[in-house]
């Protein structure tokens, strides 16, 4: 089930991959720091990240091009809460998202949030790369880097930090306007901010080496990527994004190199669900680089088995995105054959079935695999999907509405249930179900506008007018909220 992106928004800097070397520390002493990445409670709250936070989340939503794809979506998030679990002085929740930007790039804010540019996955090899780019991001949030410069430029310049930071708030909102606003706050405090940075960079490294090693991958894996990035530069007329305005010194790469020199040799056997991610982000949604993934599809057609079978797998994108169903099929179907709880392989059938109008074979396939995997959120979401394009309305509504209750920040459920009960002519939950997409973009305006609308069509002093004029008194409540954060 594929899902399709937003507009573009650019990455901010309030938290990056690269900025300034560490210094070399063994094993021993390294593990033994003192913790001092969770002061700043005299700026913010826990409580007050986490609203500011949900705030940058739904403006991310209304702006960015995110990449709602449910497989990938949960590969990352499997992959990042790996490393939370691993990770020390978590204090909040955390979710991981996957931006469509072809320029490498990683960042962090408010609330335990992380953003991940697909370009990550053109550029890793392999998933300890990956990781550690992921386990620098979750360091900058325990550590609670942000609210900490916060507190640091409130101290040092109070009326000009409290400018830039409404800036990037409106950066984020409105990218051409929120950039003219930040060049115009900042140059008074750049200097300090750089320098405080750089710290954060320093403890983000050395934290983000042991989380990496504690989650079982290998510390190798931070250096490796950083001479990537190296290699990018040294060769391409063009550095990449990041290190156009943070750039990487010889020093740091050397110090990532010694610290995990420092740990026993690991080795990692490569991941099946890395590789399928990697050639399906390629295949799906950076079609550009078409000539790009066919080298690679063709390499790992000669290497080990798990990269035979993401060629194959691969391949298999390649003649579905081309609208070559048939053969497609023909490369799925062994492959299911041995591997039939096979979710990439599952997922990637059911689309199959439905473009060749085969959805009872869809449906049977995924609800004899959510026997097995009954909690599955990919699963669920495709069988509601087929189940719609079926003309099966009231069992996908069915479904749905659990499906919603329990990821009501997935925009995907929603538009489906808007989608389900359209069919049934209920439009009262259609336009409830569509004030919910639009409240998770933040366009809490048109989700009261559509709240009202669902409360006048249905029966006065209702179960369902109750319901809905409550919701409206949520979000205007949290529009109220939210508003200091545009000023």
Do not use: C
């Amino acid at each position: 089930m594929k899902i399709m992106s937003n507009k573009f928004l650019p990455a901010i800097f309030v938290s990056t991959l690269l900025l300034a070397h560490s210094p070399v520390l063994s094993a021993s002493i390294e593990d033994s720091l003192p913790d001092i990445g969770t002061t700043a409670g005299s700026t913010l709250s826990i409580n007050q990240e986490l609203a500011m936070g949900d705030f940058y989340a739904r403006q991310m939503r209304a702006n960015a091009p995110l990449i709602y794809d449910p497989l990938l979506i949960q590969y990352i998030n499997t992959l990042g809460q790996k490393l939370v679990a691993h990770a020390d002085s978590v204090k909040t929740p955390f979710h991981f998202y996957l931006v469509n930007n072809p320029n490498i790039n990683a960042y962090a804010f408010f609330g335990g949030n992380v953003v991940l540019h697909a370009a990550l996955f053109r550029y890793s090899r392999n998933e300890s790369e990956l990781a550690s780019v992921i386990a620098h991001e979750i360091s900058h949030v325990t550590q609670r880097h942000l609210a900490r410069m916060m507190e640091d430029q409130q101290r040092k310049a109070p009326l000009a930090w409290a400018g830039t930071l409404g800036s990037i708030l409106l950066l984020m909102a409105n990218p051409q306007a929120g950039m003219a606003a930040l060049s115009g706050t900042i140059a008074g405090v750049q200097q300090g901010m750089i320098s405080f940075t750089q710290s954060n960079e320093q403890e983000a490294d050395r934290i983000g080496m042991q989380t990496l090693r504690k989650a079982g991958f290998d510390p190798q894996g931070m250096p490796d990527f950083m001479q990537i990035l190296a290699d990018q530069t040294r060769y391409s007329s063009k550095p990449p994004e990041i290190l156009l305005t943070h750039p990487l010194p010889d020093s740091r790469l050397a110090d990532a190199r010694n610290r995990a020199n420092q740990y026993p040799a690991r080795r990692v056997p490569q991941s099946q669900d890395f590789l399928f991610a990697k050639v399906r982000i390629i295949g799906m949604y950076t079609t550009e680089q078409r000539s790009y993934l066919e080298q690679i599809l063709e390499n790992y057609r000669k290497g080990t088995a798990k990269e035979q079978l993401a060629s194959a797998y691969g391949k298999a994108i390649l003649f579905s995105q081309d609208k070559k169903y048939a053969e497609a099929r023909a490369i799925l179907e062994p492959l299911l054959a041995k591997q039939p709880d096979n979710i990439w392989f599952i997922d990637m059938m059911t689309d199959i079935d439905i473009e060749q109008n085969r959805t009872a074979q869809a449906i049977t396939r995924l609800q004899n695999a959510l026997q097995k995997q009954k909690d599955n959120l990919v699963l669920q979401i495709n069988l509601a999907n087929t189940l719609i394009r079926a003309k099966q309305y009231q069992q996908a509504e069915k479904l749905l509405y659990r499906y919603t209750f329990n990821n009501p920040d997935d925009p995907n459920g929603w538009h489906l249930m808007a989608e389900a009960a359209a069919q049934q002519g209920k439009r009262h939950e259609e336009l409830s179900a569509y004030a919910e997409e639009m409240a998770l973009r933040g366009q809490f305006d048109n989700a009261i506008k559509y709240l009202s609308s669902a409360s006048s069509l249905v029966k006065l002093g209702s179960y369902d007018q109750e319901r809905y004029d409550a919701r409206i008194d949520q979000l205007r409540q949290l529009q109220q909220r939210y508003s200091q954060y545009k000023r």
